[in-house]
C-alpha cells in the first residue's frame, strides 16, 4: 500500500521559516517524479514546485527564490524548505508522487500570521 506522509506544519510568523517533509512508502522512489502542492481556503489546488528522479527542480513564480525543494532517495523522503513565509503561504500542503500514477498524501497545514 502506498503512503506519503507529511510532517512539519504549524504556525510560523511571516518573515519565518519552516520545513516540510513526505516520507514515502509502498513505492520505488527514486522512480518517481515529486513535487509539493497546495490549497488556501476557497482556493484550487496549486503546483509549488517539482523535482525530478534525476534531480531537476522547477518552481512556480510565487515562490523563486523563497522555497527550496529537495529529495533524499536513500530516506525516501521529499522535502519544501520554506523560508521568507507570507501571510499568504498559509495553506494545506500535500506531497505528491508521480510516474504512471499520481499518489497523494493527506496534507500538512502551514499558518503564517503574526
Known amino acids: 500500500q502506498v503512503q506519503l506522509v507529511e510532517t512539519g506544519g504549524g504556525l510560523v510568523q511571516p518573515g519565518g521559516s519552516l520545513r516540510l517533509s513526505c516520507a514515502a512508502s509502498?513505492?520505488?522512489?527514486?522512480?518517481?517524479?515529486m513535487g509539493w502542492y497546495r490549497q488556501a481556503p476557497g482556493k484550487q489546488r496549486e503546483l509549488i514546485a517539482h523535482?525530478?528522479?534525476?534531480?531537476?527542480?522547477n518552481y512556480a513564480g510565487f515562490v523563486k527564490g523563497r522555497f527550496t525543494i529537495s529529495r533524499d532517495n536513500a530516506k525516501n523522503t521529499v522535502y519544501l524548505q520554506m523560508d521568507s513565509l507570507k501571510t499568504e503561504d498559509t495553506a494545506v500542503y500535500y506531497c505528491?508522487?508521480?510516474?504512471?500514477?499520481?499518489?497523494w498524501g493527506k496534507g500538512t497545514l502551514v499558518t503564517v500570521s503574526s
Open positions: 509502498g513505492i520505488t522512489f527514486e522512480l518517481y517524479a
Open positions: 505528491n508522487a508521480a510516474r504512471t500514477t499520481h499518489y
Open positions: 523535482i525530478t528522479p534525476g534531480g531537476t527542480t
